[in-house]
């Protein structure tokens, strides 16, 4: 099966372990993996602030890049949300027939956690990875992709992995993109209330299928030196005895680490309100 792996800018620019990790384990499992090197950003922090007209030549990118694949895999559920719920609806603001038509043909893009279970119809992917780990399911794979219990499904078969249940693991994690930002005094008492529940399953690691809520709720872990760690799903099914995944210390990768507060967060200062010049 010829596969595109579609990284999205966050990952590729903060993450890009994360997409080497994808592409190790899709091979591992017989996949032909590839990079088109043109992808760009998906749209969705345009489309999500309201830019919806600006979304249009990045969705006809993403239908030019992407397009004569069997299928195109993610380790992302909001990019991969974004792609399968609204980029039909941002050719239909455009009034782009063609566009539209170019969408519909376009092949299917799947988180990984689906693509592993229901196109390749494994969960025993011959991951190793002996920590207990608890998984955090995001809003978007959880809601909108409504993957279920797949990456619970393909966490229980790794070996030497100890799965604890994450109390309250519907609830948001603050993130929500540049909620975080607007809204940031609510986005961090949203993470406190993920980090409290994080730490009281006394798990290692924390693994989601998301980098940006990892990303969000890692700062806390690490700003709190909770010894917690984040991990992507990928990176976990990635691992195997022969190539095992080394948990390094200090904060995660990609953040850096800033002043420690005391037993509680401090919330991150409010951006002052734009205001617009009036005329004279």
Same mark, same amino acid.
């Given at each position: 099966m010829r596969v595109a792996l579609f990284i999205t800018c966050f990952n590729?620019?903060?993450?890009?372990?994360?997409?080497?990790?994808?592409?190790?384990?899709?091979?591992?499992?017989?996949?032909?993996?590839e990079f088109p090197p043109d992808q760009t950003c998906c749209g969705q922090m345009h489309f999500n602030t309201g830019y919806q007209r600006e979304c249009?030549?990045?969705?006809?990118?993403?239908?030019?890049?992407?397009?004569?694949?069997?299928a195109v895999v993610s380790p992302s559920g909001s990019c991969s949300a974004m792609v399968r719920d609204h980029h039909a609806r941002v050719a239909e603001v455009a009034g782009d027939d063609g566009l539209?038509? /170019?969408?519909?043909?376009?092949?299917?893009? *799947?988180?990984?956690?689906?693509?592993?279970?229901?196109? =390749? %119809? @494994?969960? !025993?992917?011959? /991951?190793?990875?002996?920590?207990?780990?608890? *998984?955090?399911?995001?809003?978007?794979?959880?809601?909108? =992709? %409504? @993957?279920? !219990?797949k990456p619970l499904s393909l966490l229980r078969a790794v070996r030497g992995l100890e799965l604890a249940e994450l109390p309250a693991a519907d609830q948001c994690c603050g993130f929500g993109g540049?909620?975080?930002?607007?809204?940031?005094?609510?986005?961090?008492?949203?993470?406190?209330?993920?980090?409290?529940?994080?730490?009281?399953t006394g798990a290692e690691v924390l693994c989601a299928?998301?980098?940006?809520?990892?990303?969000?709720?890692?700062?806390?872990?690490?700003?709190?030196?909770?010894?917690?760690?984040?991990?992507?799903?990928?990176e976990i099914l990635a691992a195997t005895e022969e190539a095992p995944l080394k948990l390094q210390p200090g904060p995660q990768p990609g953040l850096q680490p800033g002043p420690q507060p005391g037993p509680h967060p401090r919330p991150h200062p409010r951006a002052p309100e734009r205001r617009e010049a009036k005329p004279a």
């Open positions: 590729d620019t903060l993450f890009p372990g994360t997409g080497r990790a994808v592409v190790t384990l899709l091979e591992r499992l017989g996949c032909q993996v249009v030549p990045l969705v006809r990118r993403f239908t030019d890049v992407f397009a004569g694949y069997d539209a038509a /170019a969408v519909r043909e376009l092949p299917r893009v *799947y988180e990984l956690s689906e693509f592993l279970v229901d196109v =390749l %119809r @494994v969960t !025993d992917v011959g /991951a190793y990875f002996p920590h207990r780990v608890t *998984y955090h399911p995001t809003c978007h794979s959880l809601r909108m =992709l %409504r @993957v279920g !219990d540049t909620f975080a930002l607007k809204n940031a005094d609510t986005s961090m008492a949203m993470c406190a209330d993920k980090v409290r529940h994080v730490r009281d299928g998301d980098n940006s809520c990892l990303m969000h709720i890692g700062g806390m872990l690490s700003r709190l030196r909770t010894g917690v760690r984040t991990l992507h799903l990928a």
